[in-house]
């Protein structure tokens, strides 16, 4: 008995191995991250601890924002549902070393791309999907209608461990201004304390200050200064090291553009299979071999369009209906008159 | 022999094992960064921080290193510290006696307070105060003065500030009074010992400390001026008080609910050394006719402060170590800063969270010191 037990658990094993040795040429394409995406059955996703049209969960726990859909777009490339992430809110503080300690395996939550962050710090930035720039509110009562009117003295709220600090400073040195600046951990915390009273502006990237605005106690009493004082592209953020990963969640960015770019939409993914042009019949799989390159299946981009949607409906969903920036600004198509450029997914 | 031996693999074990938990540790933690490509080092700390701090004891802007942002960071950790270790010991001393009063109306209101402080979370009470008890002061420009001179704000409390003209002189005529004071002392205990004669050594140092500063401004080698805070407009309706000193509101919510916190807690302590001296004790000394000032200064006091300073230590070591909940209400102390801003904009997590552990543990192991130092100072010597 045990006799028989015992050879027909070599019989299993070496079974096993020669399965594993076939589809080994199959997974050597696989990343690291990807597998243990897979094994694991969720995408964990790092966001805000809530900004609404980028990252903000509602009363019951569902997470919605442009950001939020680009984790969701991950998921559902590699996993084929675009429900299976854990989002994990972080502050600005710990964002970098959730991601390079392993805790998540992407940061999607509005990140400045800059050099020191992306050469310095074990970090790879993957794309834009956000143009932004800093800008200061102030209450509409103070009669401040440019940035040039601050004056010595001035207090300035604002989250800390930001870009949002340094660009702060720069400017205020520039224009000789002695300030002081109040820096919380969590927004909630900034807008509490401009709204008593303790600061007379707030400043952060300018979708921010839009955002944040609604959960101020009299929102139209506060204006938005037009001057934009840095340039911040905001994107997802992955770990260094594992290049396969950071192709997937580059491209699945990509897919959204450019889908939007041959006016490929959620509703009507399925159909544009017989589309004439190739270049859409590759985005929603009807064409080539994208997906093999990641070591996912061919179908990796139509799912993204069609439980996502493409850039536009997102920024539309998310951004503009939701009355936060209803115009799309430099994030519009490059043939729209916009910056939104991605390399051909071919 | 082989008892030494025996006595030795213990020890050597255990020393191997701390080794090899740390050896682990380290090459685990060096790998994973290898891995990722982080590099490790401490030379970040020359460079240019590039970030402000709201407020500094010492000269600080952004132009600075990060080293320089360390020693701000620091700073201001050790002024709150020192401001609420102060402060709750007065509290605490006050409630910890009320708490013995005979009277019934003081001794229930210190119970009760004791009792409600130290079972609401600290950092619950650290929102409190600054969410909820300074957001409701007025704007600058409806302030009315506090004190004449001084203004309570929702930005902060603005204060005069004193502007020295050769403050050293001033710090060299308080070392000399001091000075002249351990002689009396000296002076007095012979006195006591020899003949047993009494001076009033306390009206005399207090008298010296008051004369020497006050000669120097007499003699116009001191002077001081009093900036006041005036009232300054920034925008239509936006104003500060400048010229002034100004503390800000974090600085006051967190040594208020530090202090307030922690006195709770030295109240018991104080409670405890009184009553831990036998009754006895006061008995003697009044029969052989010592005064109820001297039972309590030379017979009572000596024996309280040995039960008193030991877990009093503790409490200092607390509140120094809580003082880093700063971080949530924006007051710059160590952890904001340094642990804060600087790990972020660096990234540099390992470097910057060992050398703010090993911070605090050297805080901590000053205040111990001190602490130590004091109570063998005044523990029993057997002769």
């Given at each position: 008995m045990l006799r028989t037990l015992k050879t027909l658990m070599y019989l299993l094993t070496s079974i096993a191995l020669l399965v594993s040795f076939e589809t080994g040429a199959f997974a050597a394409k696989k990343s690291k991250t990807l597998k243990k995406t897979q094994k694991m059955g969720f995408v964990r996703c790092g966001v805000s601890q809530g900004l609404p049209g980028f990252s903000n969960a509602d009363a019951s726990g569902n997470w919605t924002g442009v950001d939020v859909d680009l984790c969701r777009a991950v998921a559902a490339a590699t996993?084929?549902?675009?429900?299976?992430v854990k989002f994990f809110p972080l502050s600005a503080k710990e964002r970098f070393t959730a991601l390079t300690s392993g805790e998540i395996d992407v940061l999607s939550r509005n990140t400045t791309w800059t050099l020191s962050r992306d050469a310095d710090i074990g970090l790879t930035f993957v794309g834009v999907n956000f143009y932004d720039g800093q800008g200061f509110m102030v209450r509409k009562s103070s009669g401040i209608t440019s940035v040039n009117q601050f004056k010595a003295g001035v207090s300035a709220c604002t989250n800390l461990g930001t870009t949002t600090e340094l660009n702060m400073r720069d400017f205020f040195n520039s224009k000789g201004i002695k300030y002081e600046p109040v820096t919380f951990e969590k927004a909630d915390e900034v807008v509490a304390a401009y709204d008593a009273g303790r600061c007379d502006t707030y400043t952060t990237d300018k979708s921010g200050l839009a955002a944040q605005r609604i959960k101020l106690s009299k929102p139209n009493d506060h204006i938005v200064l037009p001057e934009t004082i840095s340039k911040e592209p905001l994107g997802p953020v992955v770990r260094q090291g594992d290049a396969v990963w950071e192709d997937i969640v580059r491209w699945s960015l990509n897919v959204m553009i450019e889908a939007e770019e041959y006016g490929i939409t959620s509703a009507n993914a399925d159909s544009m299979k017989s589309s004439d042009n190739p270049a859409v019949k590759r985005l929603v799989g009807a064409e080539g071999e994208l997906g093999a390159a990641f070591?996912?299946?061919?179908d990796w981009s139509l799912r993204i369009i069609k439980q996502v949607g493409n850039y536009g409906e997102s920024y539309k969903r998310n951004i503009a209906d939701t009355g936060i920036l209803p115009d799309r600004g430099p994030n519009q198509l490059w043939t729209k008159g916009g910056i939104l450029y991605v390399p051909p997914a071919r | 022999m082989s008892h030494r031996i025996k006595r030795i693999i213990p020890q050597l074990l255990t020393l191997l094992f701390v080794l090899a938990v740390i050896g682990f540790f380290t090459i685990n933690a060096q790998l994973n960064m290898d891995e990722r490509g982080i590099d490790f080092g401490?030379?970040?700390?020359?460079?240019?921080?590039s970030f402000d701090v709201q407020?500094?004891?010492?000269?600080?802007?952004?132009?600075?290193?990060y080293a320089k942002a360390y020693l701000v960071g620091l700073l201001n950790t050790i002024l709150v510290s020192v401001l609420g270790i102060i402060f709750c010991t007065i509290i605490g001393v006050i409630i910890g006696i009320a708490r013995l009063s005979p009277n019934y109306l003081i001794r229930n209101t210190a119970a009760w307070y004791v009792e409600f402080f130290r079972n609401v979370p600290l950092l619950l009470q650290i929102f409190f105060w600054y969410y909820a008890a300074l957001r409701a002061l007025p704007l600058p420009e409806n302030t009315e003065p506090l004190f004449g001179v001084t203004y309570l704000t929702v930005k902060g409390y603005y204060i005069p500030r004193l502007i020295w003209e050769n403050f050293d002189i001033l710090v060299y005529s308080i070392l000399a009074a001091v000075i002249s004071i351990v002689f009396i002392r000296n002076y007095a205990r012979k006195l006591q010992e020899e003949k047993g004669e009494q001076i009033p050594v306390l009206l005399i140092s207090i008298g010296l400390l008051l004369i020497f500063p006050a000669i120097t401004f007499v003699t116009g080698m001191v002077q001081l001026e009093v900036a006041l805070p005036v009232l300054k407009q920034l925008s239509k309706t936006s104003f500060i008080y400048a010229e002034g000193l100004s503390v800000p509101p974090e600085l006051l919510a967190l040594v208020l609910a530090l202090s307030l916190y922690t006195a709770t807690f030295v109240a018991e302590c104080v409670r405890a050394g009184v009553q831990g001296v036998s009754k006895g004790q006061k008995e003697a000394a009044a029969s052989i006719g010592l005064t109820p000032n001297q039972i309590l200064k030379l017979v009572i006091m000596p024996q309280a402060l040995r039960i008193i300073i030991p877990p009093t230590t503790n409490q200092y070591l607390n509140l120094t170590k809580n003082s880093s909940l700063a971080a949530a209400i924006a007051y710059p102390d160590l952890v904001l800063v340094f642990a804060g801003t600087a790990l972020m904009q660096t990234g540099r997590a390992i470097e910057i969270v060992s050398i703010t552990m090993l911070t605090y543990l050297t805080l901590s192991l000053a205040i111990s010191l001190l602490m130590n130092w004091y109570n063998k100072k005044i523990a029993i010597k057997e002769k």
């Open positions: 996993l084929g549902d675009s429900g299976k070591g996912l299946d061919n | 401490y030379g970040f700390l020359n460079q240019e921080s407020f500094s004891l010492i000269e600080y802007d952004g132009s600075h290193s």
